[in-house]
């Protein structure tokens, strides 16, 4: 196997394990269609490279299976349009004119950024809208993916039921030093399609290995 073909390899790992939030080399090799000793190599470079880590779990009277997860380290990887200049910045804002003044210039950066995407998204079905959107978060550095949902019950059955999920944080600094952008990113969502309900279900903050955003047509579309 080529260098090039090698990164590449390893590169499909790391994705692999950002989506599911752990893997085994079993599964690893059976989803790549690699030999499970090719990707046991990967799994161990990765981990040299502190990439990876692994927990050692006990299934049944075997031996016991390890499960790779990504490293802080591991997660730089994906990509991320803001960094330490961002908090840097932001922290001398809050010393300068205090954190409540902070908090208020970062509401109206997403509500401004509310109004460009409701630009960008147009007038079409909400299958539509929610496609565009995740169009727009993988040009700016999220990994993100939607898929449609069965109706929540059979009365609801005309309902509209959507998830968006986001594996990796593009503003990952910034939200880790200040929470609070990430309920703006919720309100801006609910700004967006304000023809639906908005609900996260799982949040990177809270130790999740993704974010994910149930929205849902409050009527019949």
């Known amino acids: 196997m080529t260098t090039t073909q090698e990164t590449s390899t390893k590169q499909d790992i790391l994705q692999y394990i950002l989506k599911q939030g752990q893997a085994t080399a079993v599964e690893l090799s059976e989803s790549l269609d690699i030999s499970p000793q090719a990707i046991r190599r990967h799994l161990k470079d990765l981990e040299e490279e502190g990439l990876i ?12 299976q390890h499960v790779y997860q990504l490293t802080a380290r591991g997660r730089d990887r994906f990509p991320s349009r803001y960094g330490e ?13 205090g954190h409540e003044q902070v908090g208020s210039i970062l509401r109206k950066q997403w509500e401004r950024k509310a109004m460009e995407y409701r630009a960008r998204l147009g007038k079409g079905s909400l299958q539509e ?10 040009s700016e550095g999220y990994m993100a993916e939607w898929h449609a949902l069965e109706p929540a019950s059979a009365s609801e059955t005309k309902q509209q039921r959507f998830m968006v999920t986001e594996y990796n944080c593009a503003i990952s600094n910034v939200a880790e ?7 703006h990113e919720l309100e801006m969502f609910a700004a ?11 949040w990177l903050i809270n ?3 993704r974010c994910g955003y149930l929205i849902q047509s409050r009527d019949s579309q």
């Open 53 to 64: 880590q692994h927990q050692s779990l006990q299934t049944g009277m075997g031996r016991p």
């Open 85 to 97: 200049f961002a908090v840097s910045l932001l922290d001398t804002l809050a010393e300068t004119v």
């Open 129 to 138: 809208r929610v496609a565009q959107l995740v169009n727009l978060r993988r």
């Open 177 to 183: 030093s200040f929470p609070s952008v990430c309920n």
């Open 192 to 202: 967006i399609f304000d023809d639906c309900t908005v609900e996260r279900t799982q």
């Open 207 to 209: 130790g999740e290995h």
